[in-house]
C-alpha cells in the first residue's frame, strides 16, 4: 500500500493499523456475517463498540465516568457553536469567549444569539498571529461559562497552558488538539471536538460535559437539541454515526497502547520542533506566521515565503517529493503543515530536508 506525507488538516491521516481494521471491519465485524456499515445500531456487535467508546474517550482523557458525560453528536464543532450557548447560556446571561481566530469568531457569532458576550481577549488586530495577552475574564459568578479554541487550524496558534477564568466553568472546542496536548483535563467542565483532525473520521463529535455543569443546562430544549437528553439516552436517542463512532474508537486504543496522551504531547513536541526549527534557520525565505515561539501551535504550523512565486514554487516541489495538503486555508494563503498525532515522524524529517534544502537554493 503506498502513503504519501499527508499534511491535510482534516479530515486528516490515521494511523495505518486503524485503517487495516477498518478494512476488514467493512466486510466483517466480529464474526457477524455483517459488516459494520449494516449491523443494527441497537444490536450487540454495535453496542459493545458504543460502550467501549464512551469509557475510551474519558480513560484516554484521564476522566473519571463518575464526574462526566459522554456525547456524540453530528455537525461537527460548528453546530456545537451553537447548541452549547442554546443549552448553557439565556438572554440576560454572560458568556466569556477568547477571540483567536476564525473558528473562535463564528463561536462568538453564534454565541450572540443567546445571551451576552465578553471577550476577555483578541488577537484580531494582529491578524491572529499570536494570542491575546492579558486575558480579561469577568469578575468572578457573572460569567456563564468561559470559552476558548485550543488549537487554531488556521491561524497556528495553541493554548499548551491554560488560562485562569476567574472560576467561570471552562469551555473549549478542541477539535483539532484533542489527545494530542497533555493538560490536567479534569480543569475543563465542556469539551467538544469534531473527531475528523486527531480522532478518526468525518461524522462524529465527541462532546465531554461535567455532569454537575450539565445539571444547569435548560430544559425543554427539542431532545436532539438537548446535552441533557442526549446523555442520559448514552447518545442513543436515534441511531448514531455508526462507522464514525468505530472508527474513533479504534483510534483511541491505538493512542492508548502507545503511551497515551502523554506519549503523544512528546512526540507531538519533538516533530513540531524539527519543522520549526528548519523555518528559523532560514529567515530571509521563511517567514513564520506565528512569531511568539510559545503560542505556536504542534499541530498546525503555518508559514510564509519570501514570495508568492516562491511558494508555489515550494508547493511544486513538495508534491513532487510525494508531500500533499500543505496549502493554506483558502483565507489566508501561505503554507500550512498539520501534523496529527498519526502523522509519522519521518514526514516531519522529509518536510524539515526541503525546507532547508530550498533555502539554500533560493536564499
Not at 85 to 114: C, H
Request: aromatic fraction near 8%; proline fraction near 5%.
Amino acid at each position: 500500500m503506498k502513503r504519501i506525507y499527508n499534511f491535510s488538516a482534516g479530515p486528516a491521516i490515521l494511523p495505518v493499523p486503524v485503517l487495516e481494521q477498518l478494512s476488514r471491519d467493512v466486510l466483517e465485524i466480529n464474526g457477524s456475517g455483517m459488516s459494520i456499515l449494516e449491523v443494527s445500531h441497537r444490536g450487540k456487535d454495535y453496542d459493545a463498540v458504543h460502550q467501549e467508546a464512551m469509557a475510551n474517550v474519558l480513560q484516554t482523557l484521564g476522566l473519571s465516568p463518575d464526574e462526566y458525560a459522554v456525547v456524540f453528536g453530528v455537525g461537527g464543532a460548528s453546530m456545537q457553536f451553537a447548541l452549547l450557548p442554546m443549552n448553557f447560556l439565556a438572554e440576560g446571561q454572560t458568556a466569556d469567549y477568547v477571540d483567536t481566530g476564525e473558528w473562535s469568531s463564528k463561536a462568538i457569532k453564534d454565541a450572540k444569539r443567546y445571551g451576552t458576550v465578553h471577550v476577555p481577549g483578541s488577537s484580531a488586530d494582529t491578524a491572529y498571529n499570536r494570542l491575546p495577552k492579558p486575558l480579561e475574564f469577568s469578575a468572578p459568578g457573572v460569567a456563564r461559562y468561559a470559552h476558548i479554541t485550543t488549537n487554531n487550524t488556521i491561524e497556528g496558534t495553541q493554548f499548551l497552558a491554560l488560562p485562569d477564568t476567574n472560576g467561570a466553568p471552562l469551555a473549549a472546542d478542541m477539535s483539532s488538539d484533542i489527545f494530542a496536548v497533555a493538560h490536567d483535563f479534569s480543569k475543563f467542565d465542556f469539551i467538544y471536538a469534531g473527531a475528523q483532525k486527531n480522532a478518526g473520521i468525518a461524522g462524529v463529535t465527541m462532546v465531554i460535559i461535567r455532569k454537575s455543569f450539565l445539571a444547569t443546562a435548560k430544559p425543554n430544549l427539542p431532545p436532539m437539541l438537548s446535552y441533557a437528553v442526549q446523555a442520559e439516552k448514552e447518545s442513543l436517542y436515534n441511531t448514531p454515526p455508526v462507522f464514525a463512532v468505530h472508527a474513533l474508537n479504534l483510534v483511541l486504543k491505538h493512542v492508548q497502547n502507545a503511551g497515551g496522551v502523554a506519549a503523544m504531547d512528546a512526540a507531538n513536541r519533538e516533530k513540531s520542533a524539527l519543522i520549526y526549527d528548519a523555518l528559523d534557520a532560514a529567515p530571509d525565505v521563511y517567514q513564520p506566521t506565528v512569531t511568539e515561539k510559545n503560542d505556536r501551535s504542534l499541530m498546525n504550523i503555518t508559514f510564509r515565503l519570501r514570495t508568492e512565486e516562491l511558494e508555489k514554487q515550494f508547493l511544486k516541489e513538495a508534491q513532487a517529493r510525494e508531500m500533499d495538503g500543505l496549502k493554506g486555508h483558502r483565507n489566508v494563503g501561505g503554507v500550512r503543515a498539520s501534523i496529527y498525532n498519526a502523522f509519522p515522524r519521518e514526514g516531519c524529517v522529509a518536510l524539515a530536508e526541503l525546507i532547508g534544502d530550498f533555502a539554500r537554493r533560493n536564499g
